[in-house]
Each structure stands twice: as structure tokens, then as C-alpha cells.
């Protein structure tokens, strides 16, 4: 193989890895933003259920007006 042929391949792989780099590091932060958007609403989802839970959703009949078909 001649020297600037085994030049041109190592190029050519140098090339390739960097993109990958940059595919893995744009992954990375897509996978990063998806995990905090999970943990966000998976902490609004135990808020909710905790609050059902309480009660806090249930209409006090007392204070509740009628429907209007009544």
C-alpha cells in the first residue's frame, strides 16, 4: 500500500469518527432533555395521584350546584 493511500484511509476515518462524535454527543442531549422531561412528569403524575388520593378532587355536595338539566 502506498503512503498516500494509507494517508487518504486514515483521513477518511478520522472524518467518519468525528461525525460520529457528534452524532453520539446530539443523542446524548436528546436522551438528556427526554430524562428531564420524564422526571418532571413523573413527579406531576405522583403530585396528582396524591392528591386524588387526599380527596382534594371530590365536590363537597354541599357547595355543589345542580346541573342545569335540574
Known sequence: MANSETAERIDALETRIAY?????????????????????????????EEQVRAGAYIADPATEKPPPHY
Open 20 to 48: 460520529q462524535d457528534h452524532t453520539i454527543e446530539e443523542l446524548n442531549a436528546a436522551i438528556t432533555e427526554q430524562w428531564k422531561t420524564i422526571d418532571i412528569l413523573t413527579r406531576k403524575l405522583a403530585m396528582l
